[in-house]
C-alpha cells in the first residue's frame, strides 16, 4: 500500500512570498518535482513560469483552471515524481479538491499557494 502523502498550503495576501517558498520547493525537488500554473495568470508576462515578487523564477507547466483534472494527466505522463506543486490555487474549479485528493492517495506530496 502506498503512503499518503502530504499537503502544505501556503495562504496570505500579495507580498507574502508565497511563490517564493514554492520556487524554494521546486528546486528542492529536482526532477522529482513538477510545478503548475493556470494558464490565467498572465502577472510578470505570463508564460510557463512562476515567478515570484523578488525576481525569482521556475518553470512551471500551464494548465486551464477550469479543468483542473488535467494535472493527473500530465503527472501521469511524466511519472516518477513525488512532488506537485501548484501557484494561484484560489483560481481553480472546485473539483481542484479531487485533484488534490488524488494526488495524495498516489502518494505524492502536494504543496499548493494561494
Avoid: W
Amino acid at each position: 500500500m502506498t503512503e499518503r502523502g502530504k499537503l502544505t498550503v501556503y495562504t496570505g495576501p500579495m507580498y507574502a512570498d508565497k511563490t517564493t517558498h514554492l520556487i524554494g520547493h521546486a528546486k528542492d525537488a529536482g526532477e522529482q518535482g513538477v510545478v503548475f500554473k493556470p494558464s490565467l495568470d498572465n502577472r510578470y508576462g505570463g508564460g510557463d513560469f512562476i515567478r515570484s515578487h523578488n525576481g525569482e523564477a521556475h518553470p512551471a507547466i500551464l494548465f486551464d483552471a477550469t479543468k483542473p483534472a488535467d494535472i493527473l494527466k500530465q503527472i501521469t505522463e511524466l511519472g516518477n515524481l513525488s512532488q506537485a506543486i501548484i501557484d494561484e490555487i484560489q483560481f481553480c474549479a472546485s473539483d481542484i479538491l479531487n485533484v488534490l485528493e488524488k494526488l495524495l492517495a498516489q502518494g505524492l506530496n502536494v504543496i499548493v499557494a494561494g
